[in-house]
C-alpha cells in the first residue's frame, strides 16, 4: 500500500487547510465581483430610465410625445461599446418608436406583471438585460418604456471565474511544493533522530542525539530519547556487572567443592576426614544455595513495578519471628537483643516483602555483631512514619564504604574477620524493596563501633 512520507504528509495537511481556506477567499472574491456588476448594470439601466422618463411630455389628449430630437442625439447610435437600447410603446402596446441601435432588431415587451423587474434575454445573439416601466400619467398608463442594456460586462465574472477555477489548481501545487521545502527543513531534526538511532547498538550505547538549536517539541523529544539512553546505557552496564559478579561468586564455592572432592579420591583417608571434608562440602552447597536464592529474589524485584500487596501487617510479629529463626545463631555468639517497643505497631504494607527487609536486616546485624555483642531494636512512631532502628556494636563500616554498601556482590573489608561469611546481596535486596515499597533507609556506622540502620515506613490507618 502506498504511502506518504512524513514530509509529504506534512505538506498535504498544510495545503488541506489552506485550499479551504483560498477557496473561500475565491468563492468571496467572486460572489462579490458578480454582486458589483449585477449592481452596477441594475443601475445603468434603472438611471437611463428615469433619464428617458423626463424626456416624455404629455398632451392635452393624454398622449405622450417623445423628445426625439434630444434621445437620439445621445450614444445610442453604437451598438458596440456598452450599448443601450431603449423603445417606446403606446396603451396598446405597438411600437412607437425605438433607439437607431436597433436596427431592425426589437426588444421584448412583456405582459403587465413583469413592470420594474429586471429581465435577462438576448438581443441577435447578444445577452441583454432589459427593465420596462408603464408611462403614467393622472394614474392611467399612455404607454410603455423598454430600456436594456448590454451584459457584456459580466464577460468579466465569466473571466474571473475561469481564472480562479485554473489557478486554484495552481496555487495548490505550487503551495505544496512550497509546504513540502519548509517542512523538511522543520523535520530534518527527525531526519537526524532516525539516522543517530540507527547507529546506536548494544555495543554502541554512547551515541547521542544531538540537540535542536530551538528549543520546540522536537527538542525536548531528542532530550529525552537521550535520557532514555542514558537509562538503558547504565541498566545495560549494571546488568553486565551483575552477571559478571554473579558468574564470579558462584564460581568460587563451585570450584572449592571441585578442589575438595579432587582431593578426597587422590588417596584413602579416615572416616574422620571424610566426614570434615564432606561437612565442609556441604557448608559450600549450602553456601551456593543462598546465594542462588538470593540471586532469584533480587532478579524477580528488580524491575517489579506493581503486584504489590496491601494488607495490615503487625510489625511486633515480624521483627520476633525473624528473631526466633535466627535464635541458634544469637545463642552460639551469645548476643543480647534488645527489643525496645512497648506497644503494638500496625502498617499497610506487603507483609512478604517487609518480612524480607527485617530479616536480611537482622542478620546483617547478628553477622556483624562480635561475640557476647548487643543489638538493640526499636520501634518509633512519628508524625507520618513508624521508624525501625536496629543498631549493632559489632565490626562496623569505613566512611568510604558507606555509598557503595547497596551494590550487588558488594561487602566492606572484613579481613580482619574472616569468619564472617556472606554474598553481598543481602543489602541489595533491601534496598529494591524500599524503594518499591517507598520506605526510607539511611545507614550510619562507624568502624569497629557498630551500625545504626533506620527504615521509615509510611504511616497509614489500617483497615
Known sequence: MFSFSFKNRIAFNYILSGSILIAMVFVCIFAIVKYSVNEHINEGIQEELEKHLEEVKIDSNNTYLIQVDQWRAREHNSINVNPVFVEFYDTNKQLID?????????????????????????????????????????????????????????????????????????????????????????????????????????????????????????????????????????????????????????????????????????????????????????????????????????????????????????????????????????????????TLFTQDYYLLSDNYLVSIIISNLISNAIKYTNNNGEVSISLVIQKNTIDFIIKDNGVGISPNDLDKIFSSFYRSDVSNHPEIKGTGLGLSIVKRLCDLLKIDISVKSTLDIGTEVKLSFPLENPK
Open 98 to 338: 425605438k433607439s437607431p441601435n436597433l436596427n431592425d432588431s426589437n426588444l421584448k415587451l412583456l405582459d403587465d406583471s413583469h413592470n420594474n423587474e429586471f429581465f435577462n434575454t438576448s438581443l441577435n445573439g447578444i445577452s441583454v438585460r432589459q427593465l420596462q416601466t408603464p408611462i403614467i400619467n393622472e394614474n392611467k398608463v399612455v404607454g410603455y418604456l423598454v430600456v436594456a442594456m448590454s451584459l457584456e460586462d459580466f464577460e468579466i465574472v465569466e473571466i474571473l471565474k475561469e481564472t480562479l477555477l485554473i489557478s486554484f489548481p495552481i496555487i495548490l501545487i505550487v503551495l505544496f511544493l512550497i509546504a513540502r521545502f519548509f517542512a523538511g527543513r522543520s523535520i530534518k531534526p527527525v531526519s537526524t533522530i532516525i539516522e543517530t538511532s540507527s547507529k546506536i547498538t548494544k555495543d554502541n550505547l554512547q551515541t547521542r542525539i544531538p540537540l535542536p538549536h530551538n528549543k520546540d517539541e522536537l527538542y525536548r523529544l531528542s532530550e529525552n530519547i537521550n535520557h532514555l539512553l542514558d537509562r538503558i546505557e547504565n541498566t545495560i552496564e549494571r546488568e553486565k556487572q551483575f552477571t559478571s559478579d554473579a558468574s564470579h561468586e558462584l564460581r568460587t564455592p563451585l570450584a572449592v567443592i571441585k578442589g575438595t572432592m579432587e582431593v578426597l579420591i587422590r588417596k584413602p583417608r579416615s572416616q574422620e576426614e571424610y566426614e570434615s571434608k564432606i561437612n565442609f562440602c556441604i557448608s559450600e552447597v549450602n553456601r551456593l544455595n543462598h546465594m542462588v536464592d538470593q540471586l532469584l529474589l533480587l532478579a524477580r524485584f528488580e524491575n517489579q513495578k506493581q503486584n504489590i500487596k496491601k494488607e495490615s501487617i503487625y510489625l511486633n510479629a515480624i521483627i520476633l519471628d525473624s528473631l526466633t529463626r535466627f535464635s541458634n545463631k544469637i545463642d552460639s555468639k551469645k548476643i543480647k537483643v534488645k
